[in-house]
């Protein structure tokens, strides 16, 4: 314990070593999440990469060959592609307006203080865990179904002609399915933001002579605006990726009608075998689905920052 | 707006909506207690008397109870997979944080914004040339993998709840980064913990795309089943709906229970 | 018990210096108090003593022995945090006997520990409660019955009053003090509160900015401050700045003339001043009198009476507010003008630069 060590001869401290040793643990820790989401996400990126450049045909596989751009050629110039193309963005758009609307709604109305409110609550959120093919179904079967359906009983009630709606109208009952699945989810996120807006600021409004209409279009809009943007980020990357609905009730038809991006893959991939089509149209709609979240990430920014 | 009354429109709106909402799954849930003739009559009944028939001719499907099976198993584990993984990353994430963690959450979460159908060709021929094609561990892999990030990001978001310097308290008392998960995360922060597994299974059990794909007779999970052996087989519409029924009915019973622990465990940091 | 030194410490945040080149030995069983601003950096250093905090440069000594890269469990140091940083989810007694189990004691001997402990902090009452259950009071003792279980060899203490009420800080102040006479270990205590430093210290450490103003027991932080902050931080309230300007030497000092052209003299070493220099005149409020007649002077502001002494603050005509502390009871009333005098041969000066120049105190 002596203190007279001379202090000359000290070298400085290894402060490097010690952050490295801390550094390590913390990236041990990290390591297998990261390795695992790494190599889910790049591997098969750059095999499906790989693959839209060749001509590979999984009930051929001898016939295998680097064609280049020549898929992504015969892709764009397919109508069925952009029919495709266009189904998808009709869907997302329509599906995403009849959720934030409704969810506006339904949020405002659930967040009133009523008795039994959290039963109501339940009943409004319940079609968001269950299966999709189940939920597909029921509409399909005990609702659409001219001849055995509700609906179709109900219209026939009012003197309307029953309607094939999967033979006329697949859009519309593949947009009222997904919309009755996800309104749930956009509700709940409302809701969620509609409980922390200050009942005060509302309260204010009322005394400055505000009537409900204009309380909730000048105040809890603008509150709702930030998790609106939110909810359409998040929506739109699922949405774009249905497909157990569709299989279920159209199988992307009649003829291609409702065939979107996701549904068009599959059937060149797991049905006409055809890899190098179904690849490159798979790197489309990989590019197709960053560029909405880029653009939402920026709204979202933008919202965060204000 | 909130404390008071609603008034008696408002209340009955919010009913009528909740109704409508919930229509279809009533109705198919009364169907599912119809006979096969119950259930095509017209006009449709309201009124009947409720039969299990239905629900016995639906177990005894060939493949059904296989299929239950499936994803009981397939979800447990690939829940129970990602939290083990999961667990040490958000602790890292959340007490030893680094520059780059911000960048890290972000990134991992972009993970899940691909959609799975530009990955499809890939897994698929992975699948298939690893002998893995409708197997059940397959799908516990993909499951694995498509909720990391969303366990990961709930985890993250729980632990930063606990103040640090009990867990620095802990270091001093000699408790290194494995007994402080251990001895002090697990305990205070099992509601997280929960709501973060529930969310798992729940989307582990509904997964459709992956199930429908890489499975065919033999490790399916419900989802595929019901897609599957839906297709125009008749009007066997009770039956039908008494597999979906039971198809549904533990996630709707899970989801009721712990919704509003859901709902903050998702919404956390997206909404202020 | 154990002995510290740093040499050279710093501690650098990206581009950020948060602690400037610490050079400090702490003696076995000392009580040091570092105490400073809020962001001085007092809290830093301590946590970079115990092991929480990476040191970036320089080096620490525990006993001798180079302890920059032991990990904080190995140091024998123990801490009590301000939050107290209690297991909310176990017993006190499981708070108190948590390190021991984590480096394996066996159990019948963790309970001994723990038992002894508890009674000397009159905590067996309480042994099977959650700290929800406790008064702040009672988790502080738990807090400091967690650091003692471990008979460390030295303690840590983060500004561990802050959350109690006023009464409760001073009989907390008594027990630690006595807590340190019976352990005599070394002790190291941070705290923004001077009064605590100065009533529990053996030796203060005054940080400002990461930077070490000056060491030294209170007394001598009291009476020969090394610079104007250490002067203006230590004691309450504070010593009263005159901005002044060595005029002419004087009998035995040097004589100041101050703004307004006033004129004073105080003591001050041989050839410490240099005429016609510019200085700050430092003189703490018990050294000023109400008097009838003197140099300094204005309209009283307002009075505070606490019993065994009255402060009078004093609006000066040429700016700012000076504070005399006297004893002397209801001679002076707000709104009345006063005169204020200097008790004989108690200044300190400060040159241009704010370090001190001279203190002229009897001693």
């Known amino acids: 314990m002596s ?61 295998r060959g680097f064609v280049g751009f020549r898929n992504y050629g015969y892709l764009l110039s397919e109508s069925s592609f952009w029919t495709a193309i266009i189904n998808t963005i009709v869907m997302v758009v329509a599906v995403l307006v009849a959720t934030i609307v409704l969810g506006v709604l339904f949020s405002l109305l659930l967040n009133q203080n009523f008795k039994g409110r959290a039963v109501a609550r339940l009943m409004v959120i319940a079609p968001f865990f269950v299966l999709p093919p189940v939920a597909a179904l029921i509409w399909k079967n005990l609702l659409f179904d001219p001849l055995y359906g509700l609906i179709g009983w109900l219209l026939k009630l009012v003197g309307l002609p029953a309607v094939a709606w999967f033979t006329h109208f697949p859009m519309i009952a593949l947009i009222i399915i997904v919309a009755w699945e996800w309104t749930p989810f956009a509700t709940l996120i409302l809701l969620t933001a509609l409980q922390s807006l200050d009942p005060e600021q509302l309260e204010a409004a009322r005394m400055d002579g505000a009537k409900s209409v204009n309380r909730v279009i000048y105040i809890v809009l603008p509150h709702l605006a930030r998790p609106i943007a939110i909810t359409i980020m998040m929506e739109s990357i699922f949405l774009l990726s249905i497909f157990a609905e569709i299989l279920t009730t159209t199988a992307g038809g009649p003829g291609d009608a409702t065939t979107t991006l996701t549904y068009l893959i599959y059937i060149r991939a797991l049905l006409d075998f055809n890899i190098g089509s179904a690849s490159a149209a798979g790197v489309l709609a990989i590019i197709l689905a960053n560029i909405v979240a880029f653009f939402l990430m920026r709204a979202v920014a933008r919202n965060l920052e204000a | 707006m909130r404390d008071q009354r609603a008034s008696l429109p408002g209340a009955a709106l919010a009913w009528i909506v909740a109704f409508l909402m919930f229509f279809p799954i009533l109705w198919m849930l009364m169907t599912a207690f119809k006979t096969e003739a119950g259930a095509i009559a017209n006009p449709p009944l309201i009124i009947f008397r409720p039969v299990l028939e239905s629900f016995a001719a639906a177990l005894s499907q060939s493949g059904y109870v296989l299929f239950a099976e499936n994803s009981i198993v397939i979800s447990l584990v690939s829940t129970v997979l990602a939290i083990a993984i999961a667990f040490p990353a958000a602790y890292s994430m959340a007490f030893q944080p680094g520059r780059r963690t911000q960048d890290m959450l972000v990134w991992m979460l972009s993970t899940k914004m691909l959609p799975p159908v530009g990955v499809l060709v890939p897994i698929y021929i992975i699948a298939r040339d690893t002998g893995l094609l409708d197997t059940r ?53 099992s509601p997280g913990i929960a709501s973060a597994a529930l969310l798992a299974i729940i989307l582990s059990w509904n997964e459709a795309f992956w199930s429908i794909n890489l499975t065919a007779s033999h490790a399916g999970t419900l989802a595929a089943y019901i897609a599957r052996y839906s297709a125009p087989e008749g009007l066997f519409w009770a039956k039908l709906s008494a597999a979906s029924v039971l198809a549904v009915a533990p996630i709707l019973i899970f989801g009721s229970l712990a919704q509003r622990r859901l709902v903050r465990g998702l919404t956390a940091g997206a909404v202020k | 018990m154990a002995r510290l030194e740093l040499h050279q410490v710093g501690k650098f945040y990206a581009n950020f210096e948060a602690i400037k080149a610490v050079e400090l030995t702490i003696e076995d069983r000392e009580f040091v108090v570092f105490v400073g601003p809020s962001g001085c950096g007092k809290s830093t250093l301590l946590r970079m003593i115990a092991g929480l905090e990476e040191i970036t440069s320089g080096e620490l ?20 945090f301000q939050s107290y940083a209690l297991y909310p989810h176990m017993t006190v007694a499981q708070n108190m006997g948590f390190a021991l189990k984590m480096a394996g004691v066996p159990k019948a001997e963790i309970a001994e520990k723990v038992e002894a402990a508890a009674r ?32 460390p060899k030295g303690f840590l203490f983060d500004e561990p009053l802050s959350n109690l009420d006023a009464a409760l800080r001073v009989q907390m102040r008594i027990e630690l003090v006595k807590l340190h006479q019976d352990l005599a270990a070394t002790m190291i205590y941070v705290t923004h509160d001077q009064v605590e430093a100065m009533t529990m210290a053996d030796r203060i450490v005054v940080l400002n900015k990461g930077h070490v103003e000056q060491v030294g027991t209170p007394l001598e932080l009291y009476h020969r401050p090394a610079n104007l902050f250490v002067a ?34 105080v003591p001050a070493a041989a050839g410490a001043v240099a ?35 009255t402060l009078v603050y004093v609006k000066d005509p040429l700016g700012g507010t000076i504070v005399v ?38 001693e």
Do not use: C
Request: zero cysteines; a positive charge.
């Open chain 1, 3 to 63: 203190a007279s060590v001379s202090i000359a001869n000290r070298a400085v401290a290894p402060a490097d070593l010690l952050s490295r040793s801390r550094r390590r643990v913390a990236w041990t820790l990290l390591s297998p999440a990261v390795i695992v989401l790494a190599l889910w996400a790049f591997v098969p990126l750059i095999m499906t990469l790989l693959y839209s450049f060749q001509r590979y045909n999984l009930l051929y596989p001898e016939r």
């Open chain 2, 137 to 189: 561990t397959a799908l516990v892999i993909v499951d694995m993998l498509m909720n990391l990030p969303i366990v990961v990001w709930m985890l993250f978001s729980f632990f930063r709840d606990i103040p640090k310097d009990i867990l620095e308290a802990a270091q001093m008392d000699g408790a290194g980064p494995r007994r402080q998960m251990i001895y002090l995360l697990l305990p205070l922060a």
């Open chain 3, 61 to 80: 000594l525990i006993d001798g022995v180079p302890a920059n890269a032991t990990p904080p469990d190995k140091r024998g140091l123990a801490m009590v």
């Open chain 3, 120 to 151: 000397v902090l009159q905590l067996d009452a309480v042994l099977s409660r959650r700290p929800r259950m406790l008064s702040g009071g009672q988790r502080q003792r738990v807090a400091i019955g967690r650091a003692i279980v471990r008979n």
């Open chain 3, 232 to 265: 203006g931080f230590i004691g309450s309230p504070k010593m009263n700045f005159f901005q002044a300007r060595a005029a002419r030497p004087a009998n035995g000092g040097v004589a100041l003339e101050l703004q307004g052209g006033r004129v004073l003299e």
């Open chain 3, 275 to 309: 005429i016609g220099s510019p200085l700050t005149l430092g003189i703490r409020p018990e050294h000023l009198v109400i008097a009838d007649s003197g140099p300094l002077g204005g309209q009283v502001d307002v009075v505070e009476h606490l019993g065994a002494e």
């Open chain 3, 325 to 362: 502390r006297t004893d002397d009871l209801a001679r002076v009333r707000p709104g009345a003008p006063v005169s204020i005098a200097l008790r004989p041969g108690r200044a300190s000066l400060f040159d241009d630069t704010g370090n001190a120049i001279s203190h002229a105190t009897p």
